[in-house]
Nanobody, 115 residues
């Protein structure tokens, strides 16, 4: 049973920083992709950042230059360092892993940025 354990999140003032961490367990296979998504109330879930094969990274335009995703060599972790946070970054953030064609999701962690 694949599980994604998330940690981090919380409340921070605009301009501050937070770090989210995610670790995949319960599988001998390395994820092809690990990513962070977010979903604000009334909005669709959107991709924030992804790390492919534990190395190549991709970011949404809204977080480029502010957020950094990193992971271990096995590709089973995904840490998201979020700097210069803005109120519009307020969302529930979800860790996602793609493993052998299957999608797995974490339970979500709330990030709230106050103005």
């Amino acid at each position: 049973q694949v599980q994604l354990a998330e940690s981090g999140g919380g409340l921070v003032q605009a301009g501050g920083s937070l770090r989210l961490s995610c670790a995949a367990s319960g599988t001998i296979y390395n994820p092809r992709v690990m990513a962070w998504y977010r979903q604000a109330p009334g909005k669709q879930r959107e991709l924030v950042a992804a790390i492919i094969g534990g190395a190549r990274t991709e970011y949404s335009d809204s977080v480029k230059g502010r957020f950094t995703i990193s992971g271990n060599k096995a590709g089973k972790t995904a840490d998201l360092q979020m700097n210069s946070l803005k109120p519009e970054d307020t969302s529930v953030y979800y860790c996602h892993a793609s493993i052998r064609g299957h999608d797995f999701w974490g339970q979500g962690t709330q990030v709230t940025v106050s103005a």
